[in-house]
């Protein structure tokens, strides 16, 4: 959908059906706008003061269309003498094929996600083309792919295809066939809230086995009531949002994981609590075309959040040094002195950035090649960098990275994140080995910062 699309139609409130005010659907890839002729709120008299914000506006276009605009906000007014009286509103999303009447109400039985480059990473073989030269012919065979189900979280996934020919009878024929993922439960239903969760869980995912974002680029949900309605969305990552990605552009693809396709799934589904803010910083940084220090900073941070929540998060054992801690603080007798030092020493037996870096640097140094000197420089510059800017220590600066070596130090560690997430994931050393470096660059990294 690159082109704007506009629906003419009617505008109501939920509350308030028979106040219809006419006005224009607009809507692309970059933003959803409807404009009004009148005032859905109405004030006593002309009020600057009224609440932007409305959960649904609900509307019927002129093709016949029941459309559903949800989460909007007034953007802009306008009131000319003589003249009407006109509004602006930018909806978060937009349901074409259906009227709600608020998002408590929303339920689905299922969605329908296809997502950017989805067909490349499941790659199906869904052509077979034979020739005769002889006959000067070409055949050329077209099967469906069979749907393939599994179990994601509390709802059913299943992969499946669609095609569409076009053509005509004199010099041109051609087959479009387009790969989506579904979520299904029928009963309990899947809500509006875990909708948003369960598309973006697999958007990070696919970003995960992608060497860039992977966005929803299409999604159809269906109701009870209404089989298919569509559903618009602003999307995050606009300006790559047509942009192809090959089969090997993928860091894994779907045949890696297809013989243990469930046990994949579930071992995603389990970690993915615990890794979701290493998870959403990594993705993050697929977004960002412009490097900064704050992307530095933050995926530092990311490793740092990584080494917390899935390393152990101690230097010696626990038990042992909770017993050293009581031992010193018997000899201290003033109550307030003793309380001081305990909260004092609370974090002490916590890794520092820089022991949690080599830590981790150790771990993959199986990509790396890296001697334990360049893992103790590497790990002291980059907490020195972190600390620069995080507390602004002026005696740090000249210890500090600079922008360039920042830079490649971010891309060094995008494939340190990625290799520790797919090593969480199952994947072992053999397979990341073979499939990550290239991926990244590693070679020009390497030589950037001197390895």
């Known amino acids: 959908m690159s082109d704007q699309i506009e629906l003419m139609g009617e505008w109501w409130l939920p509350d308030n059906p028979d106040s219809k005010l006419y006005g224009t659907l607009k809507y692309d890839q970059k933003k959803i706008e409807l404009i009004i002729m009148g005032q859905l709120k109405k004030t006593e008299g002309f ?55 608020t998002k408590e109400n929303i339920a689905f039985t299922s969605v329908k996600i296809s997502y950017q480059n989805l067909e490349q990473w499941l790659s199906p073989s869904s052509y077979a083309v034979s020739y005769n030269d002889d006959e000067k012919s070409m055949i050329i065979e077209y099967s469906l792919p069979k749907s ?55 958007s990070n995912l696919l970003s995960i086995c992608a060497t860039r974002y992977i966005s929803p680029a299409k999604i159809i949900v269906s109701t009870e009531e209404d ?31 297809e013989s243990d396709l469930q046990s994949f799934l579930d071992t995603w589904t389990n970690k993915y609590e615990l890794l979701e803010p290493v998870i959403d910083y990594f993705v993050e940084s ?24 899935i390393r152990p998060n101690w230097v010696e054992d626990q038990t042992n040094y909770n017993t050293k801690i009581e031992q ?16 004092k020493l609370r974090y002490s037996n916590e890794p520092t950035l820089a022991t949690r870096l080599k830590l981790l640097f150790k771990e993959i140094n ?6 334990s000197k ?78």
């Open 47 to 101: 009020s600057s003061k009224v609440d932007n914000s409305v959960e649904v506006i609900q509307g019927f276009t002129t093709n016949g269309k029941r459309v559903s605009l949800i989460d909007c906000i007034r953007v802009g007014h306008k009131f000319n003498i003589p003249g009407t009286f006109t509004e602006k509103y930018s909806p978060e999303l937009l349901f074409i094929g259906t009227h709600f009447n």
């Open 148 to 202: 393939i189900k599994a179990n994601f979280k509390d709802v059913e996934i299943s992969f499946e295809y669609n095609a569409e020919s076009r053509g005509n009878s004199y010099n041109n024929f051609s087959i479009q066939q387009t790969a989506w993922i579904k979520f299904s439960r029928i009963g309990q239903g899947i809500s509006y809230l875990y909708m948003h969760e369960l598309i973006d869980n697999f």
């Open 227 to 257: 089989k298919k309605i569509e559903l618009i969305y602003i999307s995050e990552n606009n300006e790559v949002l047509n942009e192809d990605l090959k089969s090997h552009d993928f860091i894994f693809r779907y045949v890696d994981i």
């Open 286 to 309: 697929h977004k960002k075309e412009v490097f900064t220090p704050i992307s530095f900073l933050k995926l530092v941070q990311s490793l740092e959040t990584f080494s917390r929540r």
């Open 328 to 343: 010193i603080l018997e000899d201290i007798c003033e109550v307030e002195n003793k309380d001081w030092l305990r909260e």
């Open 366 to 371: 199986f990509l790396l090649g890296l001697n």
């Open 374 to 451: 360049k893992i103790s420089s590497f790990s002291f510059k980059i907490t020195e960098t972190r600390n620069y800017y995080t507390h602004f220590d002026v005696s740090k600066k000249d210890k500090s990275l600079d922008i360039h070596e920042m830079f490649y130090f971010g891309r060094l560690f995008i494939l340190m994140l990625r290799a520790l997430i797919l090593k969480e994931l199952g994947f072992n050393q053999v397979f990341i080995e073979e499939h990550v470096d290239q991926k990244h660059g590693l070679d020009i990294i390497k030589q950037e910062l001197k390895f």
